[in-house]
């Protein structure tokens, strides 16, 4: 009995750790970042290059930080979502544009509107290897203290948003600025 | 599946690789050889995260070419390998590292073929010194050759009968 339960326990162990690994997406890396102070930097926003913008402006309030590109196709995706989400009024949505032509993204934004409170500009990607950017779209949540609290790689779904972005954003904006 | 069919089903795989495909300013090399020799060696040891599976030499993605950048300016400003290897962890994390640094998260991929190595050999020792203890290597009394030999003549009895 036992020489055949053996072979069939290892097996099934086989399958489980299988199937685990069929279940999780290769590109979804654990940022070192989470809970880390947000990288500083300072950048030309998109619209008026003649005003910059910094992670400094924002302390003392919870924002979203979402990586876009008018060459990024998946950006296209998540774009009428990002809409939503900034008319929900929930939580300030900052883009940063991400190695781009200023023509492409301006006409970009003027094709598919603007959800951003305004978009900083990442001409070289300097900023970006700073936020362990590897595959736009990638959208952080900052909270009061100017801390990275989540990251997520790829478009913000509905279901991300309602269920990793939103609860974090209220819970955040719970807290003290001080705390 | 027919010829057309298949070459669109090889376009569909590829559309990935075109969603990274991006602005791309022509990558200068450092006039220095010793910083691209250095840049060669270390850029074999680090994984490119936009491909997973192509080192940072060997990738043509934007993000390659930006990361080897700012490899070769850190070098430039004197920065050691260690340093640089610290600066990328602390942003792309130890999956940066093809060969990932042995702590506790990573003890089960070090050293679990090992251990999976010592419990097959286990296994084996087991199984042999089983057979060894199943086949007596002992000649057979006067009384058990007595009776082999009558059963096999009782054999060959019935099969010419």
Request: hydrophobic share 40%; charged share 25%; aromatic share 10%.
């Amino acid at each position: 009995m036992l020489r055949y339960l053996i072979p069939l326990g290892l097996f099934l162990v086989l399958v489980v750790f299988l199937a685990i690994g069929l279940g999780r997406d290769p590109h979804e890396v654990p940022s070192p970042l989470i809970n880390k102070a947000a990288p500083t930097f300072r950048l030309p926003q998109l619209k008026d290059p003649s005003k910059t913008f910094s992670a400094e402006d924002m302390r003392g309030k919870v924002w979203v930080l979402n990586v876009w590109a008018s060459w990024c196709i998946a950006c296209r995706d998540e774009h009428p979502f990002l809409f939503e989400y900034a008319k929900s009024g929930a939580v300030p949505i900052y883009g940063l544009n991400y190695k781009d032509k200023r023509d492409d993204a301006l006409a970009w934004l003027g094709e598919f509107g603007d959800p951003y409170v305004l978009s900083a500009v990442d001409l070289d990607g300097r900023v970006a290897i700073d936020y362990g950017v590897y595959g736009a779209p990638e959208t952080y949540v900052v909270d009061k203290k100017g801390t990275i609290r989540l990251k997520h790689v790829g478009p913000v779904t509905p279901d991300v948003w309602s269920q990793n972005v939103l609860p974090l954003v209220q819970e955040l904006n719970r807290e003290g600025p001080t705390e | 599946m027919t010829c057309s069919r298949l070459i669109a089903v090889v376009l569909l795989c590829l559309l990935p690789s075109f969603a990274i495909a991006q602005v791309q300013e022509e990558e200068r090399p450092s006039d220095d050889p010793v910083i691209e020799q250095r840049l060669a060696k270390l850029s074999h040891e680090l994984r490119c995260l936009q491909c997973q599976n192509q080192t940072l030499a060997d990738s043509p993605a934007g993000l390659a070419a930006d990361l080897r950048r700012e490899i070769r300016e850190q070098m430039k400003a004197g920065k050691s390998d260690q340093e640089i290897i610290t600066f990328l962890t602390n942003r792309y994390g130890q999956f940066i590292l093809y060969r990932p640094r042995v702590t506790a998260t990573t003890y089960l991929l070090w050293f679990g073929p090992f251990v999976l190595l010592l419990a097959g050999l286990a296994v084996l020792f087991r199984y042999i010194k089983q057979r060894r203890d199943l086949i007596p290597d002992r000649p057979l009394t006067p009384e058990e050759r007595r009776r082999a030999e009558e059963l096999l003549r009782a054999r060959s009895r019935k099969e010419t009968a």
